[in-house]
């Protein structure tokens, strides 16, 4: 039996055992020396693995999914274990933030093992945080046990407030349960940020309550725009709303004052002075902020995509089953982020094919 203890450091040695380093476990000796942190080619700092741990969701949001999806066969998937061993590599080389992505996450089989595993980095100060972006469908099942194990921030994905509506985008939800898992998440002291994809109209006129909604209960917002990402059944162009449009109508509402806020992600934040709350502007189509973008996305194939909108990888599973050496994947990684490109180029135009056959459940929302 495995000891699961979240107190275990992890080995850094190539000595241990293959069961003892399938988990990552070791004994009381020393943990090696983290080498310096990954720099790409443009001098970019990579410190954030966002980790999509299954292409499975019980939703089938229109923008994101066809309505019958066709899955991963789950022998393609990386085991627990594995993207444990996997996120350690990536913690050694200088990643501070580890985001659990899918489909949904939580929808995975024994997926609160992986957490508690991940914990660990928590517990050593190797890393600064451990979260995930959500549904909320299984929120409130899983909210105090990540409370317990150092989860501090989730961001939930919620597009509407009005059931009907709900239930159209995503083919098989319901609000009311979303809603009880934010309110279970918020109850056992996570801070939630709500995500919204802005949808020509579908929610473009519900954007100013959603916000009202969202900071009157002391929760972040960030608009994001249409991502051409995966064949679904509509056209895409039929769901686009450029957020400067978007930001226009808020406009009318609000008075939106400018921060300097930075994530080294995409998003860009105003101040709501009418609430006192945040808000974020996610716009990869109508303005890219490429330029200082310290992230990585790994599959839950152990597919490694340096950019969410080229379709370059590296194949981290083969030399992950290898050997039980994880030189061979640290080189893999090294490689690969020596041609993190400096840019997407996403475009979305009538029946132009979509930027990349991955659907975003593939490679992580």
């Known amino acids: 039996m495995l000891d699961l203890s979240a107190d275990k450091a992890i080995r850094t040695d190539s000595e241990s055992s293959p069961e003892t380093r399938m988990w990552g476990v070791r004994d009381d000796g020393p943990v090696?020396?983290?080498?310096?942190?990954?720099?790409?080619?443009?001098?970019?700092?990579?410190?954030?693995?966002?980790?999509?741990?299954?292409?499975?969701?019980?939703?089938?949001?229109?923008?994101?999914?066809?309505?019958?999806?066709?899955?991963?066969?789950?022998?393609?998937?990386?085991?627990?274990?594995?993207?444990?061993?996997?996120?350690?590599?990536?913690?050694?080389?200088?990643?501070r933030k580890l985001r659990i992505t899918g489909g949904e996450p939580l929808v995975r089989r024994d997926i609160m093992?992986?957490?508690?595993?991940?914990?660990?980095?928590?517990?050593?100060?190797?890393?600064?945080?451990?979260?995930?972006?959500t549904n909320g469908s299984q929120l409130a099942r899983f909210?105090?046990?990540?409370?317990?194990?150092?989860?501090?921030?989730?961001?939930?994905?919620?597009?509407?407030?009005?059931?009907?509506?709900?239930k159209a985008i995503t083919r098989r939800g319901d609000l009311s349960v979303v809603l009880a898992g934010i309110e279970a998440a918020r109850n056992a002291g996570i801070k939630v940020k709500i995500n919204a994809v802005a949808l020509k109209g579908v929610n473009e006129h519900e954007l100013p309550d959603m916000i009202r909604w969202a900071h009157g209960l002391d929760m972040d917002m960030t608009l994001i725009e249409v991502m051409p990402l995966g064949e679904i059944e509509g056209d895409r162009t039929d769901q686009f709303l450029p957020l400067s449009v978007a930001r226009e109508g808020l406009a009318e509402h609000f008075t939106l004052t400018p921060l300097a806020h930075r994530t080294g992600g995409p998003a860009r934040y105003v101040k709501v002075e009418e609430t006192g709350g945040q808000l974020g502007f996610i716009t990869p189509l109508t303005h890219n902020f490429c330029e200082g973008c310290n992230r990585v996305r790994l599959t839950c194939t152990g597919q490694l995509y340096l950019c969410l909108g080229q379709e370059d990888s590296a194949d981290l599973r083969a030399p992950l089953r290898a050997s039980s050496d994880d030189g061979p994947v640290r080189q893999a990684v090294i490689d690969a982020i020596a041609r993190k490109p400096k840019g997407h180029?996403?475009?979305?135009e009538r029946a132009r094919p979509a930027a990349s056959p991955r659907h975003m459940s593939v490679t992580g929302g």
């Open 32 to 95: 090696a020396a983290r080498p310096a942190p990954l720099v790409d080619p443009f001098g970019r700092a990579i410190t954030y693995l966002r980790i999509s741990v299954t292409d499975r969701c019980d939703f089938r949001c229109a923008y994101c999914m066809s309505e019958e999806m066709q899955f991963l066969p789950k022998r393609d998937l990386l085991s627990l274990e594995e993207l444990d061993r996997l996120c350690g590599v990536f913690v050694e080389r200088g990643v």
């Open 113 to 133: 093992q992986l957490f508690r595993r991940l914990s660990r980095h928590l517990g050593s100060g190797a890393l600064d945080e451990l979260t995930l972006t």
């Open 143 to 166: 909210a105090p046990e990540l409370a317990d194990l150092g989860i501090r921030r989730v961001n939930v994905s919620l597009d509407t407030l009005d059931p009907q509506k709900f």
């Open 345 to 348: 180029d996403f475009v979305i």
